[in-house]
């Protein structure tokens, strides 16, 4: 009895210091968001995954392998982050500042997730509502505000390029919507929308992989 009270006290305070978190921290309450929104999702609902903080800026939603790896985060953190913040820079650098953009209230992180696999991503595709959003290799789901890729662990050469190259087009997606907010998939015109998400990615590729 004394040991499953002391199981409930732990877990109270747990709890509290997370709500604290939550009400005195804009990108706690993200976070907790996000998370709310992934358990209600027709696909995340169904697997198994983590919410990693690899930077400050970014959220990394993990789905698990299926072989048990203690280090797969920090091998695929550290083999998209780089890129992943360097698009944003490249965002920030070319667009945001000079066009005066900030980001909306409610929208104050990036989040990217890496899929097991090819055919998880294809899975995830099926709930996609804007069948525009997504491509081969990479999508960007506006209601979770979420880029998504998949590893791929036979990747080399030109497919690691773009696998990176992937991730930062759909990072420069969410960096568009989360300043500009505005329903639905796309921030305005076509042109607008992916040639952004085109062209900045293309700065990003000469970082060396991790």
Known sequence: ?????????????????????????????????LEKRLTRHSYFSKISYTIERPDAGFVMVLQRPAKEDPGYAARIGAFYLPFARKAAQNFEQQVGKPAGLARQAGRELTAFAVLASKGDFENF??????????????AYDAQLQLAVVYEDAFAEGASIVAQHTSLCYRVIKALQHACLAVPGNRVGPMLLDDGLASLLPNAVESIPAM
Do not use: C, G, H
């Open 125 to 138: 595709t099926r709930f996609m509502q804007d069948p525009n959003a997504y491509s081969q290799r990479s």
């Open 1 to 33: 009895l004394e040991a499953l009270r002391a199981r409930w006290k732990a877990e109270q305070e747990r709890a509290q210091k997370r709500i604290a978190e939550i009400r005195a921290d804009p990108r706690e309450r993200w976070v907790w968001q």
